[in-house]
């Protein structure tokens, strides 16, 4: 059967058997961060062997979208291992168990598919005398035809200390004894690939507790998994699952681009690479992950990358890739319509980062050459981590495929060295994240700790609990000293996801304190770094500590408009925008998110009209306290990559945005006032940058620009509505007195040859110029040069000119001069530079010089004729 055959046929077995036929769910787990993609078909599910109240359907099936990077290497060397699959699955929570499992698969794979009897084998686990009579005096099965199987093969979970668990059964298909081990015994047991695992059917059925007892799961029930790959591998007789529908047009195409005969097998590694790759990258960029150094944007970087090298082997030194995608789209799009609509952000996004690597990989792929070479000939076996985080960092090779380029040649990597010149850079970008010098900011954990009050109160009587100066603690402090204090309760706000620090004051009976900056460090830690203005400040002293009010609405006007600022480029742009950095002050803001190419003008306003209209609506701005897994199964975002405790703290602007945040908001989006971005740039590969302002500061900047168009209007001498059109106007006028001041130095430059030509001198039998002239620019100098060859084509000219900042000398040799006497501009210009403070080279009939010393500018041309006398033969 074709593969859209297959996966047809399973939904309609399936939903004739009253199961809920459910698409398949987005390629990036939806508000779990802690997953990088969806890797099995119970991920979208497994809440419902848990819950304990009412559910929407107890039988479900689908095709999962996977995506898995585990065992990369992996790819293109098995008959069987992919990056992108589809995972065909039934399940039951609750509902069905073994007894209908069992006997629906097996009626699927050799009645609907056709698989044949004799070539299929079975595994229980080893305690699982249930799953086992099924099968043999249900389905008709022999007995030795059926392997028991321990614990690390045939039992699933929990996922974690605790949870569902329980035995598994699976199918296995026998490709025959001329695959694989070769061995008489061969069972499915054996790790060979002769006994492909065709359906992997789990009956979550125990709960396993912290202790690691595991008792009856209330709603026990039924998780299967088929690949639809292994299954068409099956299904069509082929070696592997490459030689399949699926994969076979892509191969083809590959092939063909690469001048690779279809029936040539030498390069197939490699071309299953490409062709696996490519599949990969369509889906992940179509669901919004974008190439990048972190998170799920590394994995595909890794697999983009991996491909490219391997085109590289195949002898492709341009963009391809992205053609393969294309490729990849045409065989998918009738099962995955979406991949069509995103066509051209796939190609685009895919070339863009090929070339971009390809821009460094040659030198990067010489530089392990010669170390490799050097290894060598050292007769060492082991790649440095110097090397490995050179190539990492510098020419953008994932450590995981300069491993793979150094096996192939029997060499290892320090993976450890690397690792510490990881930790090292690391820690050089900490010490922007330092309070005094030698204490780290703690990580934004989606809720502040508790001694800090300051969402509802910015002035609170409280009490010095800890002061620190240089890291050692002390009892007080004096006017002019600058310590670090705790306090029991802080309405401060400490330093954290992307927001600033609160400032303010802290003031006792004996003493008055500036806060310049707070920190969380950890724990239920807030430090704060305090200026002693007055009197002393102790441990112990009661304060009030009072926030600056009109800095902290400031940012929290921004924060919020960070809020409405990410909902409205996911909503103009596409989901696959995600937050990848943010500054909050109370002044600006600064959003960073992924996307593959720079806004147009049409977009940015859109953008920020969409915010706009936000803040009209003047929509409440609510925050709550729950639990993560609850906040995360509802779909509020979360930054992948952050650390979350049990329990956080959700921002929800209705209808708008639901995102974990323990920063400070405004009540309501009316009292943002005003928002304007400022610019729009791209700050790395895939990562974009909005700056943005809000409240009186549009209005500052508002003003501002009035009165600078209102003195440019005065300047240009028209109303203020006509600025454009006097400046274009004014542009045009400069531009026709430029040609003409250029047309006046052409002729002035004519009437000059024949004064420059009387110079000439003769250095043996070679005719030579060496004249300075009143050449404004470079460019000026070069036209006449041009104009003085017509006049000596041949000769040695060499002239130069001085501006307020700079020396240019150029310099002409007629072919004749440089085949019959040796002497070569570029070697005349390096002497000329190296005289007037500079450097100078070029070809060898024309070069340039350039410095800084006009002092001796005149002495370096009149030396011009002894350095060709002693160039020239």
């Known amino acids: 059967m074709k593969s859209n055959e297959l996966r047809k046929a399973f939904l309609d077995y399936f939903r004739d058997r009253g199961h809920t036929v459910v698409p398949s769910a987005s390629l990036v787990p939806e508000g779990d961060p802690s997953l990088l993609f969806n890797i099995a078909g119970m991920v979208q599910f497994k809440q419902f062997y848990a819950s304990k109240g009412a559910i929407p359907f107890t039988r479900a099936a689908s095709v999962q979208k996977c995506l898995r990077a585990n065992d990369l290497d992996e790819v293109g060397r098995t008959a069987m291992h992919h990056t ?42 080893e305690d699982d005398d249930e799953a086992e009579n099924i099968w043999v005096e249900q389905m008709g099965i022999a007995r030795e035809k059926i392997y028991r199987l321990d614990k690390c093969d045939n039992f699933w979970g929990p996922a974690g200390r605790t949870g569902a668990c329980g035995p598994c059964s699976e199918i296995h298909f026998d490709r025959g004894s001329e695959v694989g081990c070769g061995s008489p015994d061969c069972t499915p047991a054996c790790d060979c690939d002769r006994f492909v695992e065709v359906w992997n059917l789990v009956f979550p059925q125990f709960f396993q507790d912290e202790e690691g007892n595991q008792g009856p799961l209330e709603r026990k029930g039924v998780d299967t998994g088929m690949g639809l790959e292994r299954l068409a591998m099956a299904s069509q007789g082929a070696e592997s699952t ?29 071309v299953r690479v490409i062709a696996d790759h490519a599949r990969g990258l369509c889906f992940a960029i179509s669901e919004g992950v974008l190439p990048s150094n972190e998170g799920r944007g590394y994995v595909i970087r890794r697999i983009l990358r991996r491909a490219v090298v391997k085109a590289l082997e195949l002898g492709i030194r341009e963009a391809f890739i992205y053609k393969v995608a294309g490729r990849v789209i045409d065989v998918m799009r009738d099962a995955y319509p979406e991949l069509t609509d995103h066509q051209e952000k796939i190609a685009l996004i895919i070339k863009a ?31 440095s981590g110097d090397i490995v985080f050179k190539l990492y960092d510098t020419y953008g090779f994932p450590v995981e495929i300069t491993r793979e380029l150094a096996e192939t040649q029997g060499f290892k990597i320090d993976l450890d060295s690397f690792e510490s010149e990881m930790e090292a850079q690391r820690q050089r970008a900490r010490q922007s994240s330092k309070i005094g010098g030698d204490r780290e900011v703690a990580d934004d954990m989606g809720r502040a700790p508790e001694s800090f009050v300051g969402y509802g109160a910015l002035e609170v009587p409280t009490v010095i609990s800890a002061m620190r100066r240089g890291g050692d603690d002390v009892a007080s402090a004096c006017g002019g000293e600058e310590v670090e204090i705790e306090l029991e309760r802080t309405p401060f706000y400490p330093e954290g996801g992307g927001q600033v620090s609160d400032v ?26 305090v200026a002693v203005e007055s009197g002393t400040l102790s441990v112990g002293d009661g304060v009030v500590a009072k926030v600056d009010v009109p800095k902290r609405k400031a940012t929290q006007r921004n924060h919020t408009a960070t809020h409405l600022l990410h909902s409205a480029l996911r909503s103009v742009l596409g989901g696959h925008v995600r937050q990848s ?14 996307h593959y190419e720079p806004l147009s003008d049409a977009e940015v306003t859109k953008i920020e009209d969409m915010v706009n209209a936000r803040l009209l609506d003047n929509m409440p701005v609510q925050s709550s306290v729950e639990a993560y897994e609850s906040a995360r199964d509802r779909g509020v975002i979360a930054l992948f990559g952050e650390k979350y405790g049990q329990e956080v703290r959700v921002v929800n602007i209705e209808a708008t945005s639901c995102e974990l945040c323990g920063g400070t908001h405004v009540m309501a989006t009316g009292e943002i006032g005003a928002f304007r971005i400022i610019s729009e740039s791209g700050i790395a590969s895939g990562v ?33 509505h006509d600025v454009e059109e006097g400046a274009r106007k004014t542009v045009e006028r400069l531009k026709a007195l430029e040609r003409e001041v250029s047309d006046l130095r052409g002729r002035l430059a004519g009437t000059e040859v024949g004064d420059i030509l009387k110079s000439a001198v003769d250095v043996k039998g070679i005719k030579v110029i060496g004249s300075r002239v009143d050449a404004p620019d470079l460019e000026m100098l070069k036209r ?11 000769g040695v000219i060499c002239i130069g000119s001085a501006s307020p900042e700079r020396v240019f000398i150029v310099v002409s040799v007629s072919p004749s001069v440089v085949e019959q006497r040796g002497v070569k501009a570029s070697a005349i210009a390096k002497k000329m530079g190296e005289m007037v403070g500079g450097r100078g080279g070029g070809k060898d009939t024309f070069a340039q010089a350039g410095g800084k010393d006009e002092s001796n500018l005149d002495n370096a041309l009149g030396q011009c004729a002894e350095v060709v006398g002693s160039l020239a033969r």
């Open 688 to 720: 974009r940058r909005i700056e943005a302002m809000t409240g009186s500061t549009v209005v500052d900047a508002g003003r501002d620009s009035d009165r600078e168009i209102e003195r440019i209007a005065t300047t240009l001498r028209v109303p203020v």
């Open 504 to 529: 303010g004051t802290v003031a006792g009976n004996s003493g008055r304190g500036c806060v310049k900056c707070v920190a969380w460090l950890g724990g239920d830690t807030i430090m704060h770094r």
């Open 353 to 383: 980062d090929e070339e971009r690597f390809e821009k460094t990989l040659s030198r990067g792929m010489a530089i392990l050459k010669d170390a490799l070479e050097d290894l060598k000939a050292k007769k060492d076996d082991v790649v």
């Open 784 to 794: 006449l040069a041009d104009r003085l060859k017509e006049k000596l084509p041949d």
């Open 84 to 125: 992108f699959f589809e995972m065909l699955g039934n399940f039951s929570f609750g509902d069905y168990f073994k007894q209908e499992a069992i006997e629906w698969a097996w009626d699927f794979i050799t009645n609907v598919v056709g698989l044949p009897v004799e070539k299929l084998y079975i595994t229980i686990y």
């Open 242 to 270: 490459f030689e399949t529908d699926i994969f076979l047009p892509i191969i083809e195409f590959v092939k063909d681009e690469a001048n690779i005969d279809r029936r040539d097998t030498s390069q197939e590694v490699a």
């Open 581 to 594: 950095g943010s500054l909050v002050a109370p002044d600006r803001l600064r959003f960073d998110f992924t």
